[in-house]
């Protein structure tokens, strides 16, 4: 057990196919609770039910020293605002690190500080992250975070967009969302990331269920050609021209065949 551990999801580590372990997620917060329903649904409860994922949510201020557990404080040099205090939070690392040593002799552990200042997220960073066996996220809080724990603790910082939130909480939950269902057998049998908006730096093709017709409108007729081959093509084609569309920067760096890039450049239609 890790000491002072508020919220912890326990699962005993499996072998898995693709992966020599469960992946194993520490996530450091000022607010635990936060954490209870998006866990609880959907893919990632399924992928910790499955010990694919486990996810231990410790509370920074398990690791104070004093009765009023003061896990932040006023900024040197003056301002507005309460600023995260590097103790508790070393501490957390620390202790976590100490246990993945002794118990696992796991010598790294990449150290996340999610933060409005940090690299942005995309698909490619979750892909990267998600081919760790462990990491620890540490989400900030109030007006900032002590500079020394950016310095001398995180190994990265992760910055969800452009915009600030509140804390780091929400981030963190959007990039153990991203990089949990990439984890091999996270989805159904039936389901593939790898059809996913921005798996192949495209966005993904339309979609549709029934009824075949909906208040008038039908759904293309080559999806229920039955063709899998045309089904495939048209797919791609959406794929690139819906990318074109919104989000033509992407293109650059996207996975096309010279003959889809020549395409493009010879086809301005809308
Ligand atoms: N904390 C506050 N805003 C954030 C953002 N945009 N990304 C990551 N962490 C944050």
Known sequence: MIAKCSYLFTFTP?????????MQIHILSLFPPMFEGPFDNSIIKRAIDNKLVT??????????????????????GGGAGMVLKAGPV????????????EK???????????????RVF???????????????LICGHYEGVDERVREYLATDEISIGDFVLSGGELAAMVVVDAMVRLLPGALGSEDSA?????????????????????????????????????????????????TR????????????TPEERAKLTSDQSP
Do not use: C
């Open 55 to 76: 996810i231990h949510i410790h509370n920074i201020r398990d690791y104070t020293h004093d009765k009023h557990g003061t896990a932040d404080d006023s900024p040197y």
């Open 104 to 118: 696992g002799g796991v010598a790294e552990v990449p150290v996340v500080l999610l933060t409005p200042q940090g």
């Open 245 to 256: 569309q919104r989000r033509p920067e992407l293109l650059d760096k996207a996975d096309l």
């Open 194 to 242: 790898a059809d996913d908006s921005h798996s192949n730096g495209l966005l993904e093709y339309p979609q549709y269920t029934r009824p075949e017709v909906f208040r008038e409108w039908a759904v293309p007729e080559i999806l229920l050609s039955g063709n899998h081959a045309q089904v495939d093509r048209w797919r791609r084609e959406q794929s690139i021209l819906r």
């Open 90 to 101: 070393f501490e957390a690392v620390e202790a976590i690190k100490l246990e993945l040593l």
């Open 14 to 22: 499996p072998l898995l196919s693709a992966r020599m372990t469960s």
């Open 122 to 136: 995309s698909q490619q960073v979750a892909l990267e992250l998600a081919k760790l066996n462990h990491l620890i």
